[in-house]
Each structure stands twice: as structure tokens, then as C-alpha cells.
């Protein structure tokens, strides 16, 4: 884990070197901090959760985007406080705890894996889609792009979209196959993240973007799932990643007509 960067104010970004993953820690004027997708590796947690606390900020929660296992990772300094996300997932942490440990990524770095955290809870609501808690005011955008449930934060104040996996600059739209309209669902989600006006994007996986580079990768993901159904790749600069293409191929196999 590198350093934490502050992005927006109070929004600080840390990125992992295993497929450019980030963290975010968003920190209320009391010094209480929200921990976003904590990742990857063991010693990368560890890091992220002793700096937060070497800066004089308390972690009130742990907030994962979705269900995969690189969104639900814990470490000592984070272990025991409160997991939120959008919702119950249907996949168990062994399961989570297996595809971590086939990873290939993960097993090139050498080092030891975060733990998969035991429990990921329904968040607490001030309003239907505002998280209730001792910090900024966040905005919670469920959707059932990329995984069900998938809720990206958003937060009005700085104008930072949290976008979890999705808006990435290095990864092309990932469909979540088992749903019954992948490619629906994928531009709902899209449509929804574009709702807020956000002026800084931090996607789960990716370089952290400005307003332009928001609208950039919108009209990116659109014009790839637009090429998809008709049963291309269209000139996505994306696929030159051996496993998005090989995804890709995939998502082709399964949606593409
Ligand atoms: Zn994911």
C-alpha cells in the first residue's frame, strides 16, 4: 500500500500494487474516518489501517462496495468494527477465501493475503440512501452493475463519486453473467453514477479522475457494451490486459449476439 493521497477534502486514496486496487478513507471534521475496500495484501492492510491512525483519525466502520473477495478485506487494524455495504450478498467468505487464494495476481506479489472479513452488514440510514454516521454527508447508489448488490458512495460535499468497480480507466465493464440482463443492469448502474454530477471519480480499480475524465470513461463503458451486444470489442485500449481480454471473450460468448 502507498501512500494515502487526499483527493478531494477529507478524501484520501491509497492504491495497491496488486491490480492498481484503492482504499479510500473518508474523515469527518471530528477525526471519525470511514475505511472503503481495504485492500489487497495482508501487509498493504496493515499499512493503510496504521497510518489512519498515525494521522489521528477513527475508523467508525468498514465499507465494502460488493461481495468479491478483494472488497471484503480485513487486517488486525480494522478487525471488529462495524462491516457496511449495500446489502447482503449471497457469496460465503470461504467461497470469497478460495478465489482470493486462486488469484494469480495476488500469488505474484509473494506476500501473504488479507483475511476475508466474517460479516458484511446492511448499512445504518439516516434517509433511504444516506448513510447514518459521524462524518460527511455520503450517498449510497445501489445498483446491480458488476455484482448484486454494488453500492458506489457518494459524497455531495467534496463532490467524490466512490465508485467501486465501476469507471475504471484500466478495466473494461465487468458483467456480473449470472443476472438475467448483465448488460441492463450495467447501464443502470452507469446511468445512476452519472446522476450525481460528480467531479472526481476514484474507481475501485484505476487512476482516481476529474470531471472530464468522469465523462471519458461514461461515454468509454458505453460505447463498449455497445459493441458487445452487436458482438465486438470495439477499439477498447482496455483489452490489451491478457485477463480483460480474456474476460471479454467471455462476456462476448454470454451476451453478444
Ligand atoms: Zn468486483
Given at each position: 500500500m502507498?501512500?494515502?493521497?487526499?483527493?478531494?477534502p477529507?478524501?484520501?486514496?491509497?492504491?495497491?500494487?496488486?491490480?492498481?486496487?484503492?482504499s479510500t478513507?473518508?474523515?469527518?471534521?471530528?477525526g471519525s474516518?470511514?475505511?472503503?475496500?481495504?485492500g489487497v495484501?495482508?501487509?498493504?492492510?496493515?499499512?493503510l489501517?496504521?497510518?489512519?491512525?498515525?494521522?489521528g483519525?477513527?475508523?467508525?466502520?468498514?465499507?465494502?462496495?460488493h461481495?468479491?473477495w478483494?472488497?471484503?478485506?480485513?487486517?488486525?487494524?480494522?478487525?471488529?468494527l462495524?462491516?457496511?455495504s449495500?446489502?447482503?450478498?449471497?457469496?460465503?467468505?470461504?467461497?470469497?477465501?478460495?478465489?482470493?487464494?486462486a488469484?494469480?495476481?495476488?500469488?505474484?506479489?509473494?506476500?501473504?493475503?488479507?483475511?476475508?472479513?466474517?460479516?458484511v452488514?446492511?448499512?445504518?440510514?439516516?434517509?433511504?440512501?444516506l448513510?447514518d454516521?459521524?462524518?460527511?454527508?455520503?450517498?449510497?447508489?445501489?445498483?446491480?452493475?458488476?455484482?448484486?448488490?454494488?453500492?458506489?458512495?457518494?459524497l455531495?460535499?467534496?463532490?467524490?463519486?466512490?465508485?467501486?468497480?465501476?469507471l475504471?480507466?484500466?478495466?473494461?465493464?465487468?458483467?456480473?453473467?449470472?443476472?438475467d440482463?448483465?448488460?441492463?443492469?450495467?447501464?443502470?448502474?452507469?446511468?445512476?453514477?452519472?446522476?450525481?454530477?460528480?467531479?472526481?471519480?476514484?474507481?475501485?480499480?484505476?487512476?482516481?479522475?476529474g470531471?472530464?475524465?468522469?465523462?471519458r470513461?461514461?461515454?468509454a463503458?458505453?460505447?463498449?457494451?455497445?459493441?458487445?451486444?452487436?458482438?465486438?470489442?470495439?477499439?477498447?485500449?482496455?483489452?490489451?490486459?491478457p485477463?480483460?481480454?480474456?474476460?471479454?471473450?467471455?462476456q462476448?460468448?454470454?451476451?453478444?449476439?
Amino acid at each position: 500500500m502507498r501512500d494515502l493521497v487526499e483527493v478531494a477534502p477529507g478524501v484520501h486514496v491509497a492504491t495497491s500494487r496488486v491490480y492498481t486496487t484503492t482504499s479510500t478513507v473518508v474523515v469527518g471534521a471530528v477525526g471519525s474516518c470511514l475505511v472503503v475496500d481495504p485492500g489487497v495484501t495482508a501487509r498493504e492492510v496493515d499499512g493503510l489501517a496504521t497510518t489512519v491512525r498515525e494521522r489521528g483519525w477513527t475508523p467508525v466502520a468498514v465499507w465494502s462496495t460488493h461481495a468479491h473477495w478483494d472488497h471484503v478485506l480485513d487486517g488486525p487494524g480494522l478487525t471488529g468494527l462495524p462491516r457496511w455495504s449495500g446489502g447482503a450478498a449471497s457469496t460465503d467468505p470461504e467461497t470469497l477465501a478460495a478465489e482470493r487464494d486462486a488469484d494469480p495476481e495476488l500469488a505474484r506479489t509473494g506476500d501473504a493475503p488479507a483475511p476475508i472479513a466474517a460479516l458484511v452488514a446492511p448499512y445504518p440510514r439516516r434517509a433511504p440512501d444516506l448513510l447514518d454516521w459521524d462524518g460527511p454527508a455520503v450517498r449510497v447508489l445501489v445498483h446491480a452493475a458488476h455484482a448484486r448488490p454494488h453500492a458506489a458512495l457518494f459524497l455531495p460535499d467534496a463532490g467524490v463519486l466512490v465508485a467501486g468497480d465501476m469507471l475504471s480507466d484500466l478495466e473494461i465493464p465487468l458483467l456480473d453473467l449470472t443476472a438475467d440482463d448483465p448488460v441492463g443492469d450495467y447501464l443502470a448502474g452507469l446511468d445512476l453514477l452519472a446522476s450525481t454530477g460528480a467531479t472526481v471519480v476514484v474507481p475501485g480499480h484505476g487512476r482516481v479522475g476529474g470531471a472530464d475524465e468522469l465523462r471519458r470513461r461514461l461515454a468509454a463503458d458505453r460505447a463498449y457494451l455497445a459493441a458487445l451486444v452487436s458482438g465486438s470489442a470495439g477499439p477498447d485500449e482496455r483489452l490489451a490486459l491478457p485477463w480483460l481480454a480474456q474476460a471479454h471473450a467471455a462476456q462476448l460468448a454470454a451476451v453478444g449476439s
